[in-house]
């Protein structure tokens, strides 16, 4: 709340913000583009021997330079991924096969998800989500020097931008190797690693296996997200922060992907769906920043914020007041300091809950 206030009362030049913004996207984009790039073959005839041709060659590449590098020397064939699709992956109590979520379940001629579904294995039906145990990865996290335990969840469709048009399609290899190596590459800048704390709303992503801030994203938009905020921390132009924290739930992997494509995050909740949608951090942080070159943001220089509680005395003089906000509290739906989390992780300020008005068996607070 009072980074907000901060950032809604502190004087900016519009014009400024802009051209500032503008300078760190492209500066992202030069670092970063490469990763978010997909074969056209919706839009030209590409053979299925040059796909496969390109994705040996990222498979094979030894740095995100020399991906990079195939990216551009092949750009004429390329679009420039707009979002992707991710799906979790189950396993069948019949023939203990893998079942991708997607595949048996997302009708995409009704636009819809089955209740009920058939193992393309087996073929056994009538199977439901709630009926199925989910299948788990173990992989090496560089973070925190160990091995760690997620759902294990696949991209199966890519929305994508070219200059003959907008497309969608299934994944191919060239995409799936991409990924692939993304995974491989360390991100040469910082990115927050802290613990998820036990709480109500978070027993959702606990368990998933997200137990730390940098596994509510995908690794690419991680790196993408660090590079971003490294930029912003370079600059002092005002709500450049305010901003970048503006990207940072529609580009997690709590951005559900929902059968009418009506897409966005569930509200009041840490919820990563079963289908949910990568948003390229390029294309979500560049429409923010032309939303907040809109607000036309006047504010007093003799501006003073101050965070605390009503339940003591403050130093606030009479008739000093002009706007007062309320913000009730709402019981054991809305765990402030939760919900924060993510946000508060980037900026490496957090919430000191003792004195916040929930009931949360957590922190043992109840009516």
């Known amino acids: 709340a009072t980074f907000i206030a901060y950032n809604y009362n502190t004087p900016v030049d519009p014009h400024e913000f802009e051209r500032e913004a503008k300078r760190i996207l492209e500066e992202v984009r030069k670092e970063c583009g490469w990763m978010y790039a997909t074969l056209n073959t919706e839009g030209m005839s590409i053979s299925r021997e040059t796909v496969e041709e390109l994705a040996e060659r990222v498979r094979q590449a030894k740095s995100g330079d020399e991906v990079k590098l195939i990216v551009e020397e092949n750009s004429e064939l390329m679009g420039e991924v707009q979002y992707t699709v991710w799906s979790d992956v189950f396993i069948c109590p019949n023939c203990s096969q893998e079942i991708v979520f997607w595949d048996v379940a997302f009708d995409q001629s009704e636009g819809k998800v089955k209740d009920e579904f058939s193992c393309p294995h087996c073929f056994i039906d009538s199977l439901k989500k709630r009926d199925l145990e989910r299948a788990w990865v173990t992989k090496f996290d560089p973070f925190q020097n160990t091995t760690v335990r997620l759902a294990k969840q696949v991209p199966v469709l890519v929305n994508y931008k070219a200059e003959n048009g907008r497309f969608e399609r299934a994944v191919d290899s060239f995409d799936l190797a991409l990924i692939e190596k993304i995974e491989e590459l360390e991100i040469p800048y910082w990115c927050p690693t802290t613990p998820v704390p036990e709480g ?119 008739d000093s007041v002009d706007y007062v906000f309320t913000d009730p509290p709402f019981g054991g739906n809305l765990m402030y300091s939760e919900l924060n989390f993510l946000w508060e992780a980037w900026l490496g300020v957090f919430t000191n809950n003792k004195e916040e008005a929930v009931e949360n068996k957590v922190q043992g607070k109840g009516l």
């Open 200 to 318: 109500e709303k978070t027993i959702e992503p606990l368990r998933l296996g997200i137990t730390h801030v940098h596994h509510f994203y995908t690794k690419r938009n991680l790196r993408a997200l660090a590079t971003l905020h490294n930029e912003v921390s370079k600059t002092s132009v005002p709500f450049l922060k305010a901003w970048f924290t503006s990207g940072l739930q529609g580009t997690s992997k709590m951005y559900k992907f929902r059968a009418n494509r009506s897409m966005g995050i569930l509200s009041g909740t840490l919820y990563v769906a079963s289908l949910f949608t990568e948003n390229s951090v390029l294309k979500h942080v560049s429409y923010k920043a032309r939303d907040f070159a809109r607000i036309v943001l006047i504010a007093s220089e003799r501006m003073c914020l101050s965070t605390g509680t009503t339940s003591a005395p403050t130093n606030i003089p009479s």
